[in-house]
């Protein structure tokens, strides 16, 4: 089967569980019975993570994905099943 390659937001979760699974994660302490922690969670998302999320990145046309989403919807939208399996098999060996 082909990669996926040039996928950004594999990229960025290649990138982040590769930090993850070699940094030496700590276990918080618990709090003593009848106190509460005053600690807050804090979570960093990179601008990359921000652009993907808003769906602004490169090669992703709105305009696209609505006339795709209208397709569906009016159920005119038709999967070339060759084209799909070709994209499956990897045929280069």
Same mark, same amino acid.
């Given at each position: 089967m082909k990669g996926i390659s040039g996928n950004p937001a594999l990229a960025a979760y290649e990138r982040m569980s590769s930090v993850t699974s070699t940094a030496k994660i700590a276990k918080p302490e618990a709090a003593p019975p009848g106190q509460q922690s005053t600690e807050a969670a804090s979570v960093n998302i990179s601008s990359e993570a921000r652009e993907l999320a808003s769906g602004t990145g490169q090669g992703v046309s709105s305009q696209r994905v609505e006339e795709l989403k @209208? @397709? #569906? @919807? =009016?159920?005119?939208?038709? #999967? =070339? @099943?060759?084209?799909v399996a070709e994209r499956l098999i990897d045929t280069s060996g």
């Open positions: @209208a @397709a #569906v @919807a =009016d159920g005119t939208f038709e #999967v =070339d @099943a060759r084209a």
